[in-house]
């Protein structure tokens, strides 16, 4: 039964229909996500459920799209949050919920910033 999952597995990769999964926990194997930012326009854009970092960068850059778009974060099976200050200033932070990045997010861009800050953008890779 087991080499049966594995050969479904196994085929399944190879034709792209499937995401890698951990037939032990039924958990995704390192699921990566991005946020780019373009601190001229505000413009900003997310990616989730990449097979690796690069790929989620790239992603979230392009839904950006604006020339001066960079990724500010990137999470590995987890979310990530960044947030805005009225002076232009951001903050991010990585967490395992939604929430607790957004309020990491918040924290940090007041921190960096002192002044009042705004959610920007929030990703979560899948599970999480």
Same mark, same amino acid.
């Given at each position: 039964?087991?080499?049966?999952?594995?050969?479904?597995?196994l085929l399944m990769a190879l034709s792209g229909t499937a995401n890698a999964?951990?037939?032990?926990?039924?958990?995704?194997?390192?699921?990566?996500?991005?946020?780019?930012?373009?601190?001229?326009?505000?413009? #900003?854009?997310?990616?989730?459920?990449?097979?690796?970092?690069?790929?989620?960068?790239?992603?979230?850059?392009?839904?950006?799209a604006v020339a001066d778009c960079r990724s500010v974060v990137w999470v590995?099976?987890?979310?990530?949050?960044?947030?805005?200050?009225?002076?232009?200033?951001?903050?991010?932070?990585i967490a395992y919920s939604r929430w607790q990045a957004e309020a990491n997010?918040?924290?940090?861009?007041?921190?960096?910033?002192?002044?009042?800050?705004?959610?920007?953008? #929030?990703?979560?890779?899948?599970?999480?």
């Open positions: 039964m087991k080499q049966l999952i594995l050969s479904t597995l999964v951990d037939v032990e926990t039924n958990t995704l194997w390192n699921s990566y996500g991005a946020i780019a930012y373009s601190p001229s326009t505000g413009r #900003w854009g997310t990616a989730n459920n990449q097979w690796d970092v690069f790929s989620a960068e790239a992603t979230a850059v392009g839904f950006c590995t099976n987890g979310c990530a949050a960044v947030s805005r200050s009225t002076s232009g200033g951001n903050g991010w932070a997010a918040q924290t940090q861009c007041q921190i960096r910033n002192g002044f009042t800050c705004s959610p920007l953008a #929030w990703v979560c890779t899948s599970g999480w």
